[in-house]
């Protein structure tokens, strides 16, 4: 019969065994969940710019990396608005200072449930709604979760954020449907039914994510190029 003694020392050397590797397989792990995360970024920033335009076409990380090198410059803008190197906030430039095709910037807040991610895409107006993606939230499947779905998203293409007095209004989502003889109707989407707390809560960080934004999509809109 084992001793007390033995049955500790025999557990507590599988513990130390089973824990080493555990601890070898995360180090091991780590940098591919790193380059997984980092391909992810790549690939919501370039759907809300609409690359490629196909939405059904199946892209692997290879052809997501190459896509996002050959289109995209990531710059740094200050307060001001004015390009920097260090510090700042991210600005995504799809195409080359002679033909920039559009900018993609960052949105987050929270919804009902949880917080909400995505990046809001602008023609190279700097006003008019390219395209956006909502990629990570824990919303309610078939009534908040509906935010991530094509037939809410596509909504979006096209809006404007300033109205005409050069005033930044955002895109609001409306409950129902937007009535297009509505003057306002170009800064509205139809809203997500059974979703109004989520939707709110859209409509409150996407605008002051935008305002933090507003020093750059000026210049943008003044003519000015930032690369």
Known sequence: MRSNLYILLF???ITIVLGFMLSIAATSLEARQDFNVEVDIK????S???IPEDKDQKI???EI????????????VGEDGKRIETGGIPVYIAGESDEISGYSIPVSG???WSTIYGYIALESDGETVKGIKFYKHGETPGLGGELEKEWFTSNYIGKKIYDPSGGLVSIEIVKGVVNPNNEKAIHQVDGISGSTLTTKGMNQFIKEDLETYKPFLDRVRAGEVIL
């Open 110 to 112: 929270k919804g009902l």
């Open 48 to 50: 809300s710019l609409n």
């Open 43 to 46: 690939k919501n920033i370039l």
């Open 11 to 13: 557990m507590t050397a």
């Open 60 to 62: 692997s990380q290879e």
């Open 65 to 76: 990396e190459k896509l996002y090198d050959e289109n995209i410059l990531t710059i740094n």
